[in-house]
């Protein structure tokens, strides 16, 4: 076995003095020179592994999970080994760009390995079956053999406890398998994260913030604290609404809701519960869904209707081989990675987007989502390749979201999706809409990587994995499973991002941050009205703005990147309650007489 610090057999150490061990002093010059070089080979490798990846995702079968397991592997090997190299310049004093590289290449594997022999080849082989086993994933209902899109719907649209019970138990019997996989690959990655320097992997994902980890964390109990008021009170709107709806046997008025009820399979978005709290009286009189399928929009035709939105603001359009290569749809003779993600396969313009797009309001905001990381892509493709990336990833999360935000009524009648505004009494309704997907969203979106983070750090252990999950979604989410679970069950690899190893505080930070993007785009587009009907359609000034702050990437520290665009340098949560404000007031005196919480 190599030693790291021997240089091994990178390229990079016959650029180096000596090769020797790391016994020589190292200066600032030697650290630009290796930098350089490890940019050079992370460049290379990484248009390898996406190709890699983009052919397995979009067409999983026995030799593309061989071929995705070899090249991971690679990958991890070689980030590792680049990880391990720059301890040969700690207590340098490097300019700050270099600083930030080095730290950037020690702290950003998602799942490192630690260097000894096969251990990079044990943990790609198990995140490559982890990924696979939930992208096939099924469960026979009806005599058919559902897969999650088939499942999801059932969630979405039926009304019958039984039946809801059943999708939603049933799509939890593809994960009990992953357990044993998911603890091993743990065990590897903290072995990783403890040879670069990390006391474990929570520490080290929590490194990328530009501040110590654990004052990250507090960040996001901070930002918590300040919406938990909002989730509390539509939590309790919405608690009463399937009372009256399913009866006290299946929803009581106290406690926590049953999970399955709540018209997402993770009862993460509620935006299909719609039409049962909407605000009486308060109808925006459309339903975007309706509209779409009405104005014959097809999958190809609402990602359209995304890049024109871009185009407005003053972007070019998509290059050709975004319209060849992307994955739009679902092949029918073939098994894939549904869930949406956004590629960029060269890191400069070959990017793409992989959807399993329907036509309804969800994959509309969905398609606004992906583009807004393709858009970023693009925006920073200038930048150095360690710079390539999003200020923090919550930033690149919410930049497609926060366009989105500008999808008003107004909008939609500007490109011809419906024909009549609605009255300023709609705006509750419209806010409801958006409360179902954006608030009921929050506590998820802290709750997936607690739980991670106890994993991580050894509090939760396998035995506890389970019960873990459900105690943080009760005391978070204020949910409940619809029955007993199984002793086997582990439910958290039900949820694409713990098999796919995605970090998941990124979109809690990107739901609170759209809406610190929006306001700051609507007042400088000059915008007096409430917050929910600005839209930043056709508006080139902000757009201009809004192109800076991306092309940025990673350059500096992200609240630099923040400042430029809205002025502040924290993440705030105000923006967010400002816009909820109106309804709010509402949901309050729905609630007044109802005894709250859980
Ligand atoms: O995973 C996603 C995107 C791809 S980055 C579709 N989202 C999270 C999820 O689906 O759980 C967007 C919202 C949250
Ligand atoms: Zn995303």
């Known amino acids: 076995m190599k030693g790291f610090l021997a240089c091994g057999v990178s390229a990079i150490c016959m650029l180096l003095a000596g090769c020797d061990d790391g016994a020589k002093a190292k200066s600032a010059a030697d650290a630009a020179i290796f930098l350089e070089a490890a940019e050079q080979e992370l460049a290379e490798h990484s248009e390898f592994a996406a190709r890699t990846e983009w052919a397995q995702q979009t067409n999983i079968s026995y030799d593309t999970d061989w071929l995705l397991s070899r090249a991971s592997a690679i990958g991890t090997e070689l980030v590792v080994r680049l990880a391990n190299e720059t301890k040969a310049f700690e207590g340098l004093d490097l300019p700050p760009e270099q600083a930030r590289k080095m730290a950037f290449l020690r702290s950003g594997i998602v799942m490192p390995a630690p260097s000894r022999e096969g251990a990079a080849a044990e943990l790609a082989e198990i995140t490559t079956r982890l ?105 309790c709107h919405v608690r009463a609404q399937l009372h009256d709806q399913y009866g006290d046997a299946v929803q009581s008025t106290s406690g926590p809701i049953r999970a399955d009820l709540l018209g997402n399979m993770w009862a993460q978005q509620w935006s299909t519960l719609y039409p049962l709290v909407a605000p009486r009286a308060a109808d925006p009189g459309y339903d975007l869904t309706e509209a779409l399928k009405q104005k014959k929009y097809d999958p190809v035709r609402m990602v359209k209707a995304g890049e024109a939105f871009f185009s407005s603001l003053g972007f070019d359009p998509l290059p050709a081989t975004f319209w060849e290569r992307s994955m739009i749809t679902r092949p029918k003779d073939r098994e894939v990675v549904c869930h949406a993600s956004a590629w960029d396969l060269d890191n400069v313009d070959d990017i793409r987007i992989k959807m399993c797009t329907e036509v309804n309001a969800e994959d509309f905001q969905t398609v606004h989502h992906e583009l807004g990381h393709n858009y970023y892509q693009r925006a920073y493709n200038k930048q150095d390749i360690l710079f ?67 994993v991580f750090r050894g509090e939760t252990t396998p035995e506890t994995y389970n019960a873990a999950w459900w105690e943080l979604a009760k005391r978070y989410q204020g949910i409940a499973p619809p029955g007993p679970r199984p002793e086997n069950a582990f439910d958290p690899g039900a949820k694409y991002h713990i098999p796919g190893n995605t970090p998941y505080l990124r979109y809690f930070l990107s739901f609170v941050m759209q809406f610190q993007f929006h306001k700051a785009a609507c007042e400088q587009a000059g915008w007096t009205g409430p917050l929910h009907r600005c839209s930043i359609y056709g508006n080139k000034a902000v757009g201009e703005k809004f192109n800076a702050m991306m092309t940025a990437g990673a350059s500096q520290p992200w609240p630099d990147t923040l400042q430029l665009f809205t002025g502040g340098r924290e993440m705030d949560a105000s923006a967010m309650v400002e816009y909820f404000d109106p309804l709010m007031g509402w949901l309050k005196d729905q609630n007044k007489d109802r005894a709250c919480g859980w």
């Open 388 to 454: 390539r990336t999003g200020a923090h990833d919550g930033f690149h999360e919410a930049i497609g979201d926060f366009v989105a935000l500008s999808i008003t009524p107004e909008y939609l009648k500007q490109i011809g999706l419906i024909d009549t505004l609605p009255s300023p009494e709609a705006d509750l309704g419209l806010l409801m809409d958006r409360a179902l997907e954006k608030i009921a969203f929050l506590p998820f979106g802290l709750m997936v990587d607690k739980w991670r983070w106890g």
């Open 131 to 235: 990924s696979s086993t939930y992208s096939t994933g099924k469960y026979e209902m009806k005599g058919k053999a559902l897969n999650l899109d088939e499942l999801s719907t059932i969630i979405e649209q039926s009304r019958d406890p039984n039946e809801l019970k059943e999708a939603w138990e049933g799509w939890r019997t593809v994960s009990p398998s992953m357990a044993g996989d998911y603890a091993r690959m743990v065990e590897i990655a903290n072995e990783g994260a403890r040879e670069l320097g990390f006391s474990n992997l929570a520490d080290m994902w929590l490194s990328n913030y530009d501040m110590a980890p654990e004052a990250m964390q507090e960040e996001a109990d901070r930002l918590w604290g300040q919406v938990e008021p909002l989730y509390r009170e539509l939590h």
